[in-house]
């Protein structure tokens, strides 16, 4: 089966850039979405199609996705932006997820 | 304005058997497929099952092949998962989500419900 790493944590200051990583074998070949969690929140997405941002998402996330990296970049990173992110790809029709980053804006 | 609402969740004993329902509005229900992801307590997200716009295709996690069944009834927009062989490890919040596409083998997760609960314990 296929499998999303992401890191466990990543910590940022406010105002600075937030950088999520998601690996997974030729991972740059599908086409990879992020979802944020904010605490007891159902997921929302925040990125479909490695860059495309859905209406209503805050310019200062960007996505990128190459190789067996896709990318989730927050610039500016806000207080509000502190919540869970996953990861998420397509293999042979099943969908599967990355574990997750807990993004602190300390 | 698009909404999925979960319901059926409770606490069941090993073993024994629950279906779980979910009715949505503010869209064209059968243009999409739709999905079940869960969510262990305190854990990450798990992709359970995905039914396409009519049925015609439907796919299920390693984990749960086997003991769910997922369905949909377009006439009453309404998506269902029954589960049965109930096991410690099913407990989470089960989220009705729904696809971006027809066949539910693509696209994202642009819509999801609040979740209903599962809780396996004897």
């Known amino acids: 089966s296929y499998e999303l790493t992401q890191p466990p944590s990543v910590a940022v200051s406010p105002g600075q850039t937030a950088i999520i990583t998601c690996s997974g074998d030729?991972?740059?070949?599908?086409?990879a979405s992020w979802y944020q969690q904010g605490p007891g929140q159902s997921p929302v997405v925040v990125m479909y199609l490695n860059d495309d941002r859905p209406s209503g998402i805050p310019e200062r996330f960007s996505g990128s996705n190459s190789g067996n990296t896709a990318t989730l970049t927050i610039s500016g990173t806000q207080a509000m932006d502190e919540a869970d992110y996953y990861c998420q790809a397509w293999d042979s029709g099943t969908v599967f997820f990355g574990g997750g980053t807990k993004l602190t804006v300390l | 304005e698009v909404q999925v609402v979960e319901s059926g969740g409770g606490l069941v004993q090993p073993g024994t058997s629950l279906r779980l329902s979910c009715e949505a509005s503010?869209?064209?229900?059968?243009?999409?497929?739709m999905h079940w992801v869960r969510q262990a307590p305190g854990k990450g997200l798990e992709w359970v099952s995905g039914i396409s716009w009519n049925g015609g295709r439907i796919d299920y996690a390693d984990s749960v092949k086997g003991r769910s069944t997922i369905s949909r009834d377009n006439a009453k927009n309404s998506l269902f998962l029954q589960m049965n062989s109930l096991r410690a490890e099913d407990t989470a919040l089960y989220y009705c989500v729904k696809g971006t596409d027809l066949t539910g083998t693509d696209g994202h997760f642009d819509y999801w419900g609040q979740g209903t609960l599962v809780t396996v314990s004897s």
């Open positions: 503010g869209y064209i229900f059968e243009d999409y497929a």
């Open positions: 030729n991972l740059g070949d599908k086409f």
